[in-house]
């Protein structure tokens, strides 16, 4: 089974960047949509961008215009863009690969083990 590792998470100041990465240890070209997620203490999981492997992409309303999301089939990664970082920004990143659902509504088979991203205000 294909495996995803997340990196690039880290501490920075509002109004910073980050880039997270996620890594898969096999082809992701099977999966439909690739996905990244974030829950913050307290809160529920919630999607923050996704990408199917044809291109067309999803931002949820609250990262729209600040976060990219790249898909690269061929290195068999995706990453996060994060600009314009916010306080509640902050949350553990999961990436996630789906081969059912909607670009809006994945439905992750695999999941990452997530990366720390806190924003400081």
């Known amino acids: 089974q294909v495996q995803l590792v997340e990196s690039g998470g880290g501490l920075v100041q509002t109004g910073g960047s980050l880039r997270l990465s996620c890594t898969a240890s096999g082809s992701i070209f099977s999966f439909d949509i690739m996905g990244w997620y974030r829950q913050a203490p307290g809160k529920e999981r919630e999607l923050v961008a996704a990408?199917?492997?044809?291109?067309?992409?999803y931002y949820a309303d609250s990262v729209k215009g600040r976060f990219t999301v790249f898909r690269d089939n061929d290195k068999n990664t995706l990453s996060l863009t994060m600009n314009s970082l916010q306080p509640e920004d902050t949350a553990m990143y999961y990436c996630?690969?789906?081969?059912?659902?909607?670009?809006?509504?994945?439905?992750?088979?695999?999941w990452g083990q997530g990366t720390q991203v806190t924003v400081s205000s």
């Open positions: 990408s199917r492997s044809w291109g067309s992409r």
């Open positions: 996630a690969a789906a081969s059912s659902g909607t670009i809006q509504a994945p439905i992750p088979r695999i």
